[in-house]
């Protein structure tokens, strides 16, 4: 298993956060990935099969975590979209 240098927190499912530690774990998400399959997608899948066949384990994780930012997973972001959603719909009740 090869180990990024720090987990990429994100929410998958119904919000269920998870870290993930790794370029297989990344790997897995992706290839999972049931929403928008975008440029972010198709960069950080190749990143990620780049790190699986000896690449840049670093350069696998930016992407990856950029990807997730991209989509609104990545969790301290997600936190923060739903608590402004909430305040927006509480406000506007």
């Given at each position: 298993?090869?180990?990024?240098?720090?987990?990429?927190?994100?929410?998958?499912?119904?919000?269920?956060?998870?870290?993930?530690?790794?370029?297989?774990?990344?790997?897995?998400?992706?290839?999972?990935?049931?929403?928008?399959?975008?440029?972010?997608?198709?960069a950080?899948?190749?990143?990620?099969?780049?790190?699986?066949?000896?690449?840049?384990?670093?350069?696998a994780?930016?992407?990856?975590e950029?990807?997730?930012?991209?989509?609104?997973?990545l969790?301290?972001e997600?936190?923060?979209?739903?608590?402004?959603?909430?305040?927006?719909?509480?406000?506007?009740a």
């Amino acid at each position: 298993m090869t180990l990024f240098a720090r987990p990429v927190p994100i929410f998958v499912g119904l919000g269920f956060p998870m870290d993930v530690e790794s370029v297989e774990a990344a790997f897995e998400v992706l290839n999972e990935w049931s929403g928008s399959r975008g440029f972010a997608h198709a960069a950080a899948l190749a990143a990620v099969r780049a790190a699986l066949l000896g690449g840049s384990v670093s350069a696998a994780h930016s992407a990856f975590e950029a990807f997730a930012s991209k989509v609104g997973i990545l969790a301290p972001e997600a936190l923060e979209i739903a608590a402004m959603r909430a305040a927006e719909e509480w406000l506007s009740a």
